[in-house]
């Protein structure tokens, strides 16, 4: 059982910028992937970025070159720097765990353990 723990949403301006962490309980953090999502009221869930247990990365097109994944192992947590913040980018982001770290996954199916999200707002 893997528990995720997500922080550090809020409200922001555009072009603005804020770091999410997602804390996990599992003992075998480093051999996961980790990913984060979000979800925008009215729309489906949708990838946002993931990090294998190589530190590999993978982004959506809609964040690349503005949103940065990065791991500590010693800290169990996974971050999600935004920067250059956009009012489309406003939903709850939620953290996922993959006990298959070895692959990139975008699907939410692939994904074994979910936090409880954050949520971000961006105002113009």
């Known amino acids: 059982q893997v528990q995720l723990v997500e922080s550090g949403g809020g409200l922001v301006q555009a072009g603005g910028s804020l770091r999410l962490s997602c804390a996990a309980s599992a003992r075998t953090f480093s051999s996961l992937t980790m990913g984060w999502f979000r979800q925008a009221p009215g729309k489906e869930r949708e990838f946002v970025a993931a990090i294998t247990r190589a530190s590999s990365t993978y982004y959506a097109d809609s964040v690349k070159g503005r949103f940065i994944i990065s791991r500590d192992n010693a800290k169990n947590t996974v971050y999600l720097q935004m920067n250059s913040l956009k009012p489309e980018d406003t939903a709850d982001y939620y953290c996922?765990?993959?006990?298959?770290?070895?692959?990139?996954?975008?699907?939410?199916?692939?994904?074994?353990?979910w936090g409880q999200g954050t949520q971000v707002t961006v105002s113009s």
């Open positions: 996922a765990a993959d006990l298959n770290g070895y692959s990139i996954y975008t699907r939410q199916a692939e994904y074994d353990y």
